[in-house]
């Protein structure tokens, strides 16, 4: 960069943090979170407090900013609310996603670490594992919420409950009536919170970690929220034109309930059934390998089967007026190198949804991974040392700030920029 586009840039980082930490009260509190912010942003391999502060030239206060990140009384749901309702006007977002990521940690006195299965490692290990909630289009994302999962063990109303753990929740600051909660649940939480807060949700995206949850789904239709969520190939489904049979009734004791007179079927053997030839080509957007895209860049291509089917199976809800299963898609990517699909969603999208549609926003999701990786390499997300429950929160939504800013300086230079992976 040029001396001028360099002092352009500290100018608009400056506009942007005041903006996110206006409802501050205290004058220190907006001096060391726009210092916190512009030390994730420089550059350096760590971005924990110490390394951070000493890049920092005159405010690199090492005390003042731990200080400010770790146990300072500001209230993270406001930096994030704002950062919701700026890049909502940004982004124009076209789905949330939600995920989790892991956070790898060597010792055990961290607020809910535990041994646990993060996809991060992809395997059980020492970790915390955060709950993410992101406003997304294929351009552009930007994480907008977090939770710090709690496990069972952490939590002293569980029979799964671990009494060193426990005994810990008080040095780490975690709030009293703060427990154990599925991921999902506090995913739903997230996105009550940001219906709340104002934000549009036209759809909602996952992986098989949250649509596997027969009550997610449920919660999100019941919100009235659209989905395209994965799934993995042992859930059940009926075909769409399956049809009930209502048992005989003597009209004596509880009426019997309404059944389908075959069961149901695996999805991934309902994809088979339809056979090799019901997958069609598709692309659905730019990668970031050279090809013959538009941009220069190779376009993204497989082959997908996308069905009509009943979901059936626990959890399932029938609306009461109507005993059959509710009708949805389901959509597998069955690869042409592939003796069978690899990969399955179910979502709400109206019926006369277009295929190529469909599949892109399935794939949207992609654009998490694109946060995560950028957050953890580049802005420090995994860096935070601290212990205490409010550090952590106060860590992640900046971190979740700075990569904001990144965004927005990405789509100031080119919309396209952004977009890639």
Known sequence: ?????????????????????????????????????????????????????????????????????TSSPWDPAHVRARLAWKMQDAIRPEALIVDDTGFLKDGDASACVSRQYTGTAGKVTNCQVGVSL??????????????????????????????????????????????????????LD?????????????LVVADAGYGDAAAFRSGLEERGLPYAVGISGRHTAQPADARPVLPAYAGTGRPPKVQYPDPPQTVKDLVIAAGRAAARPVSWREGSRPGKGRSGFKR?????????????GRGIRRAADDPELPVRWLLAEWPAGESEPV??????????????????????????????????QALGLA????????????????????????TLQRLARDPKDAAQD
């Not at 360099?6 to 005041?18: I, N, P």
């Not at 997230?190 to 036209?202: C, H, K, L």
């Not at 860096?383 to 904001?404: I, M, N, P, Y």
């Open 300 to 312: 993204m291509y497989s082959r997908f089967v996308a069905l009509r089917v009943r979901p059936a």
């Open 343 to 376: 990969q399955f969603w179910l979502s709400s999208l109206p019926s006369g949804m277009p295929m190529a549609t469909l599949v892109r926003l399935a794939k949207l999701r992609w654009r998490i991974e694109h946060d995560y990786r950028e957050m953890k």
């Open 134 to 187: 992101h406003l997304a289009t294929d351009r552009a994302s930007a994480a907008i919420d977090w939770r710090l999962f709690v496990p069972a063990s952490w939590d002293p109303a569980s029979p799964e409950a671990d009494p060193a753990k426990v005994a810990r929740r008080s040095r780490c600051g975690i709030p009293a009536q703060t427990g154990h909660v599925e991921k999902w649940q506090l995913a």
């Open 190 to 202: 997230m996105i009550d919170e940001a219906r709340s807060r104002g934000v549009d949700v036209p």
């Open 383 to 406: 860096h935070f040392e601290g212990r205490t429950w409010t550090g952590w929160h106060h860590h992640v939504t900046l971190v979740s700030a700075a990569h904001a800013f990144c």
């Open 1 to 69: 960069m040029t001396p001028e586009e360099m002092a352009t840039v500290r100018e608009d980082l400056e506009a942007f943090t005041a903006e996110l930490l206006d409802g501050f009260f205290r004058a220190h509190q907006r001096r060391w979170g726009q210092a916190y912010v512009r030390g994730l942003l420089l550059d350096g391999r760590r971005k924990s407090v110490e390394p951070m502060a000493a890049r920092l030239g005159t405010d690199g206060n090492r005390q003042a900013l731990a200080h400010f990140i």
